[in-house]
């Protein structure tokens, strides 16, 4: 016999471990190995514990009340001031606030905003698409119009454009290098303070925007107009249903800040004596002497309009953000109604 017939046979003849051994059989190999093997018990089921009677304890943060607390101090010191000052003179700025006249400087000033506001961002998207074209004189137009009204103050434009008439004594529209004229007028006429004003704020706002809203197009991950049109969408509405809804996410914040710059930057068109808001009030505290609290009334009518364009910005970056977060993010009154849900529910829950 064989080493390895016999280690196969040794191993057939080693007895069976009792946990491997068969539940059911015979306790012996003998006549009287009557007896079964009994089952082991089957484990039993942990019991839950009941938390019912804990008590729900809020953390805590100590440095979080440290720091509100030093600046509910500020807030408190400040709005002290304000109120116990008798120079601020908040009577005056009650009278002056709704006057006729300051009212009709905010008009116009909300309008020179407007028209500039649309103006500018309609030439900044036509020179931010020219700029991103495959034409080099397009490139090179649109960069070079970006260049030049970047680089010199907004002010100095404004008299440049206010002062056109020394430099052209007449505007006229025809023909080019013929004597062919559709269209003339008196340069002097054509650009009054309204118009040199507009000029000035639309192709300022023209060049910022502009490079803002190619920015926002260039975000834009290039696959997916790959995507598109390969399944065969036209090239309008590629841009229009794909590239611009996302690029509006990139494009809102900071056109919303030019737009809020737009609207202080108004104040610069005093110096054509255009009766805007800052004009208007120059005008009333050169002829009270009360200087103060007329610009405090500018201030807070610049406050007023930044306000409300601050709550535009943020229900049109919400209706925006649509995609690219999967819960949209709350109103202040949602926030308000789930604070007050919340900590309503505080104490019913430490009753427990």
């Known amino acids: 016999m064989s080493s390895a017939t016999r280690v196969a046979q040794s191993q057939r003849e080693q007895p069976v471990p009792a946990a491997e051994a068969p ?11 009557s007896g079964t093997q009994a089952l082991p018990a089957a484990p039993q089921p942990r019991q839950a514990r009941d938390y019912s009677s804990y008590r729900v304890v809020a953390a805590k943060h100590p440095w979080r009340w440290v720091g509100t607390a030093v600046v509910a101090l500020g807030v408190l010191a400040v709005a002290w001031s304000l109120a116990t000052n008798p120079r601020w003179e908040w009577g005056v700025v009650a009278q002056w606030f709704t006057a006729q006249s300051v009212v009709n400087g905010l008009v116009e000033t909300l309008k020179l905003t407007a028209i500039s506001g649309v103006l500018g961002f309609a030439l900044g998207f036509i020179l931010a698409l020219m700029r991103l074209s495959a034409s080099p004189l397009l490139v090179s137009v649109s960069w070079t119009f970006s260049w030049i009204f970047r680089s010199t103050p907004l002010l100095v434009q404004m008299l440049l454009w206010y002062n056109l008439g020394y430099l052209y004594e007449k505007i006229s529209l025809g023909i080019p290098f013929t004597d062919v004229r559709f269209f003339e007028v008196q340069t002097t006429t054509l650009i009054s303070q309204f118009a040199a004003a507009v000029l000035g ?20 991950d290039q696959g997916q107009l790959e995507a598109a049109a390969a399944l065969g969408i036209p090239a309008w509405r590629r841009s229009t249903r794909i590239v611009l809804p996302q690029a509006m996410r990139a494009i809102l914040p900071t056109a919303f800040n030019e737009i809020i710059g737009l609207v202080k930057g108004t104040s610069i068109v005093y110096v054509l004596a255009y009766s805007e808001l800052f004009y208007t ?30 709550v535009f910005q943020y229900y049109i970056e919400r209706h925006y953000s649509k995609g690219a977060v999967r819960n949209l993010p709350l109103t202040p009154l949602q926030k308000a109604r789930k604070f007050f849900a919340t900590h309503a529910a505080v104490p019913n829950r430490r009753n427990l």
């Open 281 to 310: 009030v120059q005008v009333i505290y050169n002829r009270t002497q009360q200087v103060l609290p007329l610009l405090l009334v500018a201030t807070l009518w610049y406050i007023v309009i930044t306000s409300v364009l601050s």
């Open 201 to 220: 704020l639309t192709l300022n706002q023209a060049a910022y925007s502009a490079e803002i809203i190619r920015g926002g197009i260039l975000s834009v």
């Open 23 to 33: 539940p059911t059989g015979t306790a012996g190999s003998g006549a009287g190995g």
